[in-house]
């Protein structure tokens, strides 16, 4: 164990907490045990199985059953006058937070200083560690361990780190489901199944909540998209989606994890705004999941006063960036007093708010601990940040035993053109590291001095342009700029729209392309450092010219396109060819022209931003082509020529996922994919590795590639573990958490009403079927199926048995299942046995051929068996009865498959649930 982690722990108040989370960590579905078999060998019943479930954990281990700081939090409200209790109920705009409550000095009330923390703490004061704190891998990676302990281990120095920068509020976890592939948060999350969502969420808050920090489970609720966040996107969706895959994770989360506060989404469900949806907040949230905490709105994301505080919204966070807002609206600061004093909102309302909030600031230490600025312990974070990394890499192909590299390689190129930096997503969730390891430096250090490791780039860099929907960009090989040397185009960035005076900025941009308003917001942009940085002063009035000439490579016939908002001009040879008119949405406009190879035309490409986006002010724009069959950019080229010359090549891919826009595909950007083409064939040992927020399309370029390595956003240690993982010195054990489809049309999710909507609404027409289970109820066969992961071991499945016990503090019963794995390789490795149940024995409504019901993992050496018990969730026994409003499992036999993944079914038998006996 770290010593970080022994003074983390050394430092806790929360001893009961602690001890919940020990009796849950042997309770937990990662953790291997023995059955004990229940004598009576009778059937659970539909009772027994949800009673179990419910009483898991029993209340008085938990900060909201404190009855202590319940009777504080009441004497303390005594004391307050109205306009204190309302200014506890929305937050300041406050530069050095994510978000911010300021400090009631009368009373004593410490402010709430929130940190941004999917995946780690966002620092934003600078005076504090530089704002450097510990980057580790993304949620969705971590979700790829299915290892709840490491969940709890993740959220507790995610914690650590915010108490010991100033926060005493994280704003984590994200337990969205990742129902559209190309969704631009994803990475945020833990994925598309519920249950796995909602076990890795609980144990990040308990994580979190052991130290004198509170957790905030988000974004409340149907929240799957980032097209239309901000201008009023609805899910429209029916009572059985929303309860069984949205909200189950919450259900999870609140019921093993126990946050002291939640955050309400963007968007709108079913028409209403989900930060003034009282069948969402009051019904489902409060009353149904008997959530304690406080609900706050996201940046932005409150849209009245007296709806949103009747239906359940407690602290109302700023923003009004919105273009439906004035600047400086507070829908709860004077408008809530004027309300309360008129009658429409009763102080009874106002009272719970604040109750809501007090009660976990005093349980969880925030009066009696306040957050301590201290150094943080870089070195050894860093290295919990590579174990995470290096249990979270998913080995999605290995063919002909491609991996590990031997020690007979003498040589690797390594190519792509951020394998020499890390990589992680954009938005509210992107961490300044406190250091960083590439892919390349991971690979150099561990191959040593006997080994010879050579890189290029292969590509040019990848910036937010990548989500503007289109062709590629012109590549900078065939682009040289109006003025100076090398390739690319002269750009000059206006702070006015009609290109007068001075540039702010007059530089050479390696192409045409720009995705302005959020993406550039400091601190959130997530382009490559290979990309001269374009200024946030560009959102508003701007305009941009690039400048230069294009190089034809071939003969033939070349369609040049332009993808943006605002008005745009492209002029070839000085006539204009394309000419936009004003847009706020993307729009795209191509024409086709015939070059001669080797023929040299003059480029200017104009944009202005005389009509911004509906939900941003920034340009967007991007100078794209579809060259003629064969075209190939020397970059890639060049990459082929090192490969050749390699005993081994690997190839370092990437994405852009961020907060604010969703990917317009599933392809690799900026011809990517043409160079992992072109270096597989000049090397037939040629590694993929794959640094992404989520699944990329493989199914065109990977025929000819032996190894492909999907490693996320692995933090700020991932080069270290990508080569721990080449190189053999881990095995890999990561399993998806999500579906990887063989293209972005071949999902339940594919149609345009679906994602991303026609007009606002965005129909879930698929229902429960989301992620695997609608691959599997709609016969559509993905590139690789949820819960797939290889290793470099072997292992052998036997010895299926059911059982049922007793539940946890002997209420109800529990069903759990008993199977022997054997490793039947070479080297020690680890399994994730995953248990699936479905269809349900019901004919009322459709259920799932397959739904997650339990895992187990089990590290074994080369040739050891073991029995490893898998617990179930009763929950994915039973289908939410709309009539009835609650959970329903049906008696009868229940089909029960195991294996290694949703698709790699080892063992197959069947459960008997018997049938409830009315009183």
């Known amino acids: 164990m770290h010593s970080s982690t022994i003074r983390r722990q050394g430092r806790r108040r929360l001893m009961l907490i602690a001890a919940a989370s020990t009796a849950l960590l042997l309770a937990s579905p990662t953790v291997a045990g023995a059955a004990n078999d229940d004598p009576g060998g009778e059937a659970a019943t539909a009772d027994q199985l949800l009673a179990a479930e419910a009483y898991a954990f029993p209340p008085g281990n938990w900060w909201d059953s404190s009855t202590s700081d319940k009777r504080r939090a009441a004497a303390l409200l005594r004391q307050m006058t109205l306009e204190e209790k309302v200014d506890m109920l929305h937050g300041e705009i406050n530069n050095f937070f994510g978000f911010y409550n300021a400090p009631i000095d009368r009373l004593g009330i410490p402010a709430l200083t929130m940190a941004d923390g999917p995946a780690g703490t966002r620092i934003a004061n600078p005076d504090v560690n530089g704002q450097r704190s510990t980057q580790l891998p993304s949620p969705l990676a971590l979700a790829a361990t299915w290892n709840a302990q490491l969940g709890e281990q993740y959220g507790d120095l995610a914690g650590s780190e915010a108490f010991d920068t100033g926060h005493n509020v994280l704003l984590s976890p994200a337990v969205d489901i990742a129902r559209v592939a190309q969704a631009g948060r994803a990475f945020e999350a833990y994925g598309e199944d519920p249950l796995l969502s909602g076990t890795m969420g609980a144990a990040n808050l308990r994580g979190i909540q052991s130290n004198p920090v509170v957790g905030d489970i988000k974004h409340y609720n149907v929240y799957t998209q980032e097209t ?238 990548a989500l503007v929907p289109g062709p590629d960009p012109i590549p900078s090989d065939f682009l040289t700029p109006a003025t100076g040397t090398g390739n690319g185009l002269r750009a000059e960035y206006f702070l006015n729209l009609d290109f007068s005076g001075t540039p702010e900025l007059d530089r050479t941009d390696p192409y045409a392309g720009i995705y302005g308003g959020f993406f550039l917001f400091s601190g959130f942009n997530a382009a490559s450092p290979h990309f001269p940085a374009q200024p946030q002063s560009v959102n508003g009035n701007s305009s941009i010219r690039w400048t230069g000439s294009l190089t034809a490579p071939v003969d033939g016939s070349y369609e040049l396109s332009i993808v943006a908002t605002g008005s745009s001009t492209l002029y070839l040879d000085g006539a204009p060819i394309i000419q936009t008119a004003p847009s706020t949405t993307p729009q795209e406009t191509s024409v086709d022209v015939d070059l001669t190879a080797g023929s040299v035309h003059e480029l200017r490409a104009e944009n202005v931003n005389d009509a911004p986006s509906a939900t941003d002010n920034g340009p967007v724009f991007k100078l794209g082509w579809v060259p003629p069959d064969g075209v190939v950019a020397p970059q890639a080229l060049a990459a082929a020529d090192l490969a050749r010359n390699a005993q081994a090549a690997v190839v370092v891919v990437r994405d852009y996922s961020s907060e604010g826009g969703d990917r317009p595909n599933l392809n690799l950007p900026n011809g990517q994919e043409e160079v992992i083409r072109q270096v597989a064939a000049a090397n037939p040992n040629t590694v993929v590795v794959v640094t992404s927020g989520a699944g990329v399309e493989t199914s065109s370029w990977e025929a000819g590639v032996p190894a492909i390595l999907q490693a996320w956003y692995g933090g700020q240690e991932q080069g270290n573990a990508i080569a721990n993982i080449l190189f053999g010195d881990v095995n890999p054990s990561g399993k998806l958490p999500i579906t990887v489809p063989t293209d972005e049309a071949s999902t339940p999710v594919s149609s345009p009403e679906q994602f991303p909507g026609v007009g606002l609404d965005q129909q879930f027409s698929e229902g429960i079927f989301v992620g695997y289970r609608g691959y599997e109820e709609y016969g559509i066969t993905p590139q690789y199926a949820f819960g797939h992961g290889l290793s470099y071991t072997s292992f052998d499945y036997s010895k299926l048995k059911t059982s049922t016990v007793k539940g946890k503090n002997g209420v109800g019963k529990q069903l759990k299942v008993d199977v022997t794995v054997r490793n039947s390789g070479s080297v020690a490795g680890r399994e994730t046995v995953q248990v699936y149940v479905g269809p349900l024995p019901t004919r009322e409504v459709p259920t799932a051929a397959k739904a997650l019901a339990g895992w187990a993992q089990v590290d074994l050496q080369p040739g050891e068996r073991k029995k490893v018990t898998v617990t179930l969730s009763a929950e994915s026994l039973s289908f939410w009865d709309v009539d009835r409003d609650r959970w329903r499992t049906p008696s009868g036999d229940v089909p029960l498959f195991v294996g290694s993944s949703s698709d790699d079914i080892r063992l197959t038998g069947d459960l008997r649930i018997g049938r409830t006996v009315q009183q």
């Open 228 to 465: 239309n966040r901000l201008a009023g996107g609805n899910a429209v969706i029916d009572e059985r989606a929303l309860q069984e895959i949205y909200t189950r994770p919450y259900a999870i989360g609140i019921r093993d994890g126990h946050p002291g506060s939640a955050m309400c989404a963007f968007n709108a469900v079913n028409g209403v705004q989900a930060c003034e949806n009282g069948e969402l907040l009051n019904k489902i949230l409060k009353e149904q999941l008997k959530f304690q905490g406080w609900v706050m709105s996201d940046y932005g994301a409150t849209h009245s006063t007296v709806p949103a505080v009747l239906n359940g919204l407690d602290q109302e966070m700023p923003g009004n960036f919105r273009p439906d807002q004035q600047p400086g609206t507070c829908f709860f600061c004077g408008p809530l007093i004027d309300a309360v004093n008129a009658g429409q909102v009763p102080m009874s309302r106002i009272d719970d708010a604040v109750t809501r909030i007090l009660r976990p600031m005093f349980a969880l230490g925030l009066f009696d601990n306040p957050p301590v600025i201290q150094p943080l312990p870089e070195a050894e974070h860093g290295a919990e940040a590579r174990s995470i990394a290096e249990q979270a890499m998913v080995l999605l192909k290995n063919d002909d035993g491609a991996l590990p590299l031997t020690g007979r390689v003498g040589s690797i190129a390594v190519i792509g053109a951020d394998a020499d930096t890390v990589v992680q997503g954009g938005g509210s969730s992107q961490v300044k590291p406190t250091y960083t390891v590439s892919p390349l430096e991971g690979i150099q250090a561990r191959a040593g001095s006997g080994v010879t490791v050579n890189h290029v780039a292969g590509s040019d860099p990848v910036t937010s342009a």
